[in-house]
């Protein structure tokens, strides 16, 4: 790997903004930006496996993280004893009925390939059989879960475990969820795949929403355990009271700036550790082939590479990352809202993020997620201070001026629309272009 | 008997009326979608902002004529506002594509590369949508709220359900099937609808034979973004206007157009009806419904719906994606590409 002074000086000057936030604003908020950076990097690391290695256009970003969320809630939380005697039974067989009306459909469609109409009335059949006995079943287990103790839980909680666990589970829960959708849309290309991604990733999301038993629904998982130590914790301890007096701070500033390194600690080891599997990954002779089959897909299929199962396996491992993201992020919150994953914010902001910062390398991706993530929360201060600047004339109650003043906070969705355009037209390898 | 009027009455009100409705104005917005498809050959993620940008220019136009007096009376004012908001989404349109489009179509660039700038256009257009409206909800309905309201319904025939009809409704469905009635007439009967329908299924042909291609791509526009304003104004109308809502949309638009079969105008329309349809009723208790048929012992106890409502946005999906696998060109064919 040569030493490249320009990139590192980006990376560099990347730190030296967030510490001038820090200086300016406060070193509170830039380590809440710096932790969302990390987090958003290693999202973006997860679509550069996709689309910078394989040229898969994954639009289901949302519905992956939301999926590592719920493995945080699934992991961490306590189990609701009386919810599981409620129902636990009940859905545990609506489930299993449900994956058998899957298995006995796609069967059948399989099976019954040159049987032409006979093969659609089969199929439909089973399909309707198993949806009314899954709703049979799972109807009244439902209802008994959500009775308990509804304003509490009314859910059939987790399993209790370290919350660091979620990290891994949430990747392999997104991974699962990959294999099923790549299975479905990977026959489609461009397009068609972005939007049958997009919309997978919405039925995820109405299924988070509104499966209370499982999830809360829409009335949120709060209090998820910490993998680090609690603000009131750190008030009390000797300590970190005796370096706040050495320090000269306020024993609150110091509680929260720890709390958030130790964050910004954690993600990093994750990051660092996702970012040298990635680099392995790209150098070495599965990635040249990877690169291959994107850039010239019949060439590497007469070569003899199965192209359909490597674009499902980067699809898997792609997705998984983006799903251990989504927990990390759920974690950093310590709540589970099901109704904040929004496309715009979860999916094409990453999407902007991988190609400002050059699709098809690592570094570039995660420049991209720390450039795109400080400017979509510090566009909005300088969108205020620039319409401060320019109204300056005005008197206060001015229409234009009050109008102006009220919508900066919009101006973040501009700029990210600029910054898009802009550099795809005039470097569109991005900041940190493929080697 | 009278049971079974009932149940006509009802599955009228609250199934046929609310679908039509809302299968007119994705059948507008796949329209949009699937007429740029045909021409650029990408699938534009700002079309669904294109609609909100044309909306607020016809919210502001109301605004501006309702506090100069003027009113049409029965009608929405928003309808004389509309040629107004049409020219201001087309200069949009028509500057987006000078500014960003056409240097990658100088390029031959890939359509990928098209999609990932229609989602730069998109974040700037949501932006500006929100700098001139703001986010909150923005009612700019006026006029009869009915055309014959649920007692009327009643009074008249003496039935037990009542069969409301909004004006709103009433208006989407006569404005969409006069403006897909233009629409076909414009693409089959003049040389620019012809020398379109040439270039959407071979360019190279239609290049050799003259066809001036940056006219082709103008007038893709030009219709993409009435046909948007026209729709989403329609859609607000008869909800309400939040730019927000006008992301949401943009998926069932996209469902639309790809089961009907992208590039393919004919199918979009049909896609709309196939896509509001069964959002409708798939969401839809047939409690009711069945409780008017059946004898009384026999009625059933549960609410007899197959998705709860919170589902509305996934049926569609659903759909797309059954259809993407069992007939991946859509229901009607979409031209080779």
């Given at each position: 790997?040569?030493?490249?002074?320009?990139?590192?000086?980006?990376?560099?000057?990347?730190?030296?903004?967030?510490?001038?936030?820090?200086?300016?604003?406060?070193?509170?908020?830039?380590?809440?930006?710096?932790?969302?950076?990390?987090?958003?990097?290693?999202?973006?690391?997860?679509?550069?496996?996709?689309?910078?290695?394989g040229?898969?256009?994954?639009?289901?970003?949302?519905?992956?993280?939301?999926?590592?969320?719920?493995?945080?809630?699934?992991?961490?939380?306590?189990?609701?004893?009386?919810?599981?005697?409620?129902?636990?039974n009940?859905?545990?067989?609506?489930?299993?009925?449900?994956?058998?009306?899957?298995?006995?459909?796609?069967?059948?469609?399989?099976?019954?390939?040159?049987?032409?109409?006979?093969?659609?009335?089969?199929?439909?059949?089973?399909?309707?059989?198993?949806?009314?006995?899954?709703?049979?079943?799972?109807?009244?287990?439902?209802?008994a879960?959500?009775?308990?103790?509804?304003?509490?839980?009314?859910?059939?909680?987790?399993?209790g475990?370290?919350?660091?666990?979620?990290?891994?589970?949430?990747?392999?829960?997104?991974?699962?969820?990959?294999?099923?959708?790549?299975?479905i849309?990977?026959?489609?290309?461009?397009?068609?795949?972005?939007?049958?991604?997009l919309?997978?990733s919405?039925i995820?999301v109405?299924?988070?929403?509104?499966?209370?038993?499982l999830?809360?629904g829409?009335?949120?998982?709060?209090?998820?355990?910490?993998?680090?130590?609690?603000?009131?914790?750190?008030?009390?301890?000797?300590?970190?009271?005796?370096?706040?007096?050495?320090?000269?701070?306020?024993?609150?500033?110091?509680?929260?700036?720890?709390?958030?390194?130790?964050?910004?600690?954690?993600?990093?080891?994750?990051?660092?550790?996702?970012l040298?599997?990635?680099?392995?990954?790209l150098?070495?002779?599965?990635?040249?082939?990877?690169?291959?089959?994107?850039?010239?897909?019949?060439?590497?299929?007469?070569?003899?590479?199965?192209?359909?199962?490597?674009?499902?396996?980067?699809?898997?491992?792609?997705?998984?990352?983006?799903?251990?993201?989504?927990?990390?992020?759920?974690?950093?919150?310590?709540?589970?809202?099901?109704?904040?994953?929004?496309?715009?914010?979860?999916t094409?902001?990453?999407?902007?993020?991988?190609i400002?910062?050059?699709?098809?390398?690592?570094?570039?991706?995660?420049?991209?997620?720390?450039?795109?993530?400080?400017?979509?929360?510090?566009?909005?201060?300088?969108?205020?201070?620039?319409?401060?600047?320019?109204?300056a004339?005005?008197?206060?109650?001015?229409?234009?001026?009050?109008?102006?003043?009220?919508?900066?906070?919009?101006?973040?969705l501009?700029?990210?629309?600029?910054?898009?355009?802009?550099?795809?037209?005039?470097?569109?390898?991005?900041?940190?272009?493929?080697? | 008997?009278?049971?079974l009027?009932?149940?006509?009455?009802?599955?009228?009100?609250?199934?046929?009326?609310p679908?039509?409705?809302?299968?007119?104005?994705?059948?507008?917005?796949?329209?949009?979608?699937t007429?740029?498809?045909?021409?650029?050959?990408f699938?534009?993620?700002?079309?669904?902002?294109?609609?909100?940008?044309?909306?607020?220019?016809?919210?502001?136009?109301?605004?501006w004529?309702?506090?100069?007096?003027?009113?049409?009376?029965?009608?929405?004012?928003?309808?004389?506002?509309?040629?107004?908001a049409?020219?201001?989404?087309?200069?949009?349109?028509?500057g987006?594509?000078?500014l960003?489009?056409?240097?990658?179509?100088?390029?031959?660039?890939?359509?990928?590369?098209?999609?990932i700038?229609?989602?730069?256009?998109?974040?700037?257009?949501?932006?500006?949508?929100?700098?001139?409206?703001?986010p909150?909800?923005?009612?700019?309905?006026?006029?009869?709220?009915?055309?014959?309201?649920?007692?009327?319904?009643?009074?008249?025939?003496?039935?037990?359900?009542?069969?409301?009809i909004?004006?709103?409704?009433?208006?989407?469905?006569v404005?969409?099937?006069?403006?897909?009635?233009?629409?076909?007439?414009?693409?089959?009967?003049?040389?620019?609808?012809?020398?379109?329908?040439?270039?959407?299924?071979n360019?190279?042909?239609?290049?050799?034979?003259?066809?001036?291609p940056?006219?082709?791509?103008?007038?893709?526009w030009?219709?993409?973004?009435?046909?948007?304003?026209?729709?989403?104004?329609?859609?607000?109308?008869?909800?309400?206007?939040?730019?927000?809502?006008y992301?949401?949309?943009?998926?069932?638009?996209?469902?639309?157009?790809?089961v009907?079969?992208?590039?393919?105008?004919?199918?979009?329309?049909?896609?709309?009806?196939?896509?509001?349809?069964?959002?409708?009723?798939?969401?839809?208790?047939?409690?009711?419904f069945?409780?008017?048929?059946?004898?009384?012992?026999?009625?059933?106890?549960?609410?007899?719906?197959?998705?709860?409502?919170?589902?509305?946005?996934?049926v569609?999906f659903?759909?797309?994606?059954?259809?993407l696998?069992?007939?991946?060109?859509?229901?009607?064919?979409?031209?080779?590409?």
């Amino acid at each position: 790997m040569t030493i490249n002074l320009r990139n590192i000086g980006m990376f560099v000057l990347m730190v030296g903004l967030i510490a001038l936030v820090g200086m300016l604003q406060s070193w509170s908020v830039a380590f809440a930006i710096l932790n969302l950076c990390l987090i958003s990097a290693i999202m973006s690391l997860g679509i550069n496996i996709q689309w910078g290695y394989g040229g898969l256009l994954n639009f289901g970003v949302m519905g992956f993280a939301a999926l590592g969320g719920l493995a945080g809630v699934l992991v961490s939380m306590p189990p609701v004893s009386e919810a599981w005697s409620a129902g636990g039974n009940g859905v545990i067989l609506a489930l299993a009925i449900a994956i058998a009306t899957i298995i006995a459909a796609t069967l059948s469609y399989i099976k019954l390939r040159n049987r032409g109409t006979y093969r659609l009335i089969v199929t439909g059949l089973i399909v309707v059989v198993g949806y009314f006995a899954t709703r049979w079943f799972m109807d009244p287990a439902v209802d008994a879960i959500e009775a308990v103790d509804s304003a509490r839980t009314g859910y059939l909680g987790g399993l209790g475990l370290p919350i660091l666990f979620s990290w891994i589970i949430g990747g392999l829960f997104a991974a699962a969820a990959a294999w099923v959708v790549g299975k479905i849309a990977l026959g489609l290309r461009e397009d068609y795949l972005a939007i049958a991604t997009l919309g997978i990733s919405e039925i995820i999301v109405a299924m988070l929403k509104n499966e209370d038993w499982l999830t809360r629904g829409v009335k949120n998982v709060n209090g998820i355990p910490r993998p680090v130590l609690y603000e009131v914790d750190i008030q009390k301890s000797d300590f970190f009271l005796k370096i706040a007096a050495d320090w000269n701070m306020s024993i609150v500033d110091l509680s929260s700036i720890v709390v958030k390194l130790s964050y910004a600690s954690l993600f990093l080891i994750v990051l660092l550790f996702i970012l040298w599997l990635s680099e392995k990954a790209l150098h070495s002779p599965w990635g040249r082939m990877m690169r291959a089959i994107r850039d010239n897909e019949t060439a590497a299929e007469a070569m003899g590479k199965d192209v359909t199962w490597r674009y499902l396996q980067i699809f898997i491992l792609g997705s998984a990352v983006i799903g251990i993201a989504g927990a990390m992020l759920m974690t950093l919150d310590g709540q589970f809202t099901p109704a904040s994953y929004q496309p715009l914010r979860y999916t094409f902001l990453i999407w902007v993020m991988v190609i400002v910062g050059g699709s098809g390398n690592n570094w570039g991706s995660i420049l991209g997620g720390f450039v795109i993530w400080f400017f979509w929360v510090e566009a909005e201060p300088l969108g205020l201070w620039l319409m401060d600047v320019i109204t300056a004339g005005m008197s206060e109650d001015n229409a234009l001026r009050i109008h102006l003043l009220q919508s900066a906070a919009h101006m973040r969705l501009m700029t990210m629309g600029i910054v898009l355009l802009l550099v795809l037209r005039f470097t569109p390898r991005g900041l940190i272009p493929e080697r | 008997m009278e049971n079974l009027f009932n149940a006509i009455v009802l599955i009228a009100n609250y199934l046929v009326i609310p679908g039509m409705t809302y299968g007119c104005q994705l059948a507008l917005g796949a329209l949009g979608v699937t007429l740029v498809f045909g021409i650029l050959r990408f699938s534009n993620f700002a079309h669904g902002e294109t609609m909100a940008f044309g909306t607020t220019i016809a919210i502001l136009t109301t605004w501006w004529l309702q506090s100069a007096g003027v009113s049409l009376g029965p009608l929405p004012t928003a309808l004389l506002t509309l040629p107004i908001a049409i020219l201001a989404a087309i200069v949009l349109c028509l500057g987006t594509d000078k500014l960003v489009y056409r240097f990658y179509r100088s390029k031959k660039s890939d359509p990928v590369i098209f999609l990932i700038a229609s989602l730069g256009v998109m974040f700037f257009y949501n932006g500006l949508v929100r700098f001139i409206i703001g986010p909150k909800d923005q009612v700019f309905t006026d006029g009869d709220r009915f055309l014959i309201t649920a007692r009327e319904f009643k009074q008249i025939t003496g039935l037990n359900e009542g069969l409301a009809i909004k004006t709103t409704q009433a208006i989407t469905v006569v404005a969409a099937v006069m403006i897909v009635a233009a629409l076909f007439w414009f693409l089959n009967k003049t040389r620019s609808g012809k020398s379109m329908r040439a270039y959407s299924d071979n360019e190279d042909l239609a290049l050799l034979s003259g066809i001036n291609p940056d006219r082709v791509v103008m007038i893709a526009w030009i219709l993409s973004a009435a046909l948007a304003t026209i729709a989403g104004t329609l859609y607000g109308l008869d909800k309400s206007f939040k730019p927000f809502t006008y992301l949401q949309i943009l998926l069932p638009i996209f469902a639309s157009a790809i089961v009907g079969g992208l590039g393919n105008p004919l199918g979009a329309i049909a896609g709309g009806f196939v896509v509001a349809f069964s959002e409708v009723s798939v969401t839809f208790a047939y409690k009711k419904f069945l409780t008017y048929l059946v004898p009384e012992s026999w009625a059933p106890e549960g609410l007899v719906q197959l998705l709860s409502t919170d589902y509305k946005f996934a049926v569609s999906f659903v759909i797309l994606v059954l259809v993407l696998l069992i007939k991946p060109t859509g229901l009607f064919g979409r031209q080779s590409s």
